[in-house]
């Protein structure tokens, strides 16, 4: 999951189609329009035999707040790597209180960190 995340961090569609199952890949992906990743936190994850899932809030940084991305991701694994399946996904914004943690992930206060 992790790589999967810096991979949409750095702009790298053919990492993420690599790691994406067949059977649920699309044919291609852009990511021209991805916005500001900041930030990943790992909520769950759970391992079964040949299958995993991970529980994940991305953040990402909008023009005067922070949005985020939740998901329930199901991962199944074949000849030793683990690939994405499909995920129940979710989106929301948020702006932080000037003294709570800041959501980019650097461990300083929002207010000496991103406010603006």
Request: hydrophobic fraction near 25%; charge should be positive; charged fraction near 20%.
């Amino acid at each position: 999951m992790r790589s999967r995340y810096a991979a949409f961090v750095l702009n790298l569609p053919e990492y993420i189609l690599t790691t994406w199952h067949p059977r649920t890949r699309p044919g291609s992906l852009s990511l021209e329009n991805s916005p500001d990743w900041v930030s990943l936190q790992i909520l769950n994850s759970t391992e079964n035999g040949e299958q995993g899932t991970v529980h994940f809030r991305a953040n990402y940084r909008l023009a005067q707040s922070f949005g985020f991305l939740e998901e329930r991701s199901t991962f199944l694994k074949e000849n030793g790597h683990w690939y994405y399946l499909q995920g129940e996904t979710s989106e929301g914004q948020f702006k932080p209180g000037r003294n709570e943690p800041c959501p980019c992930g650097s461990g300083r206060k929002y207010k000496a960190c991103c406010h603006k």
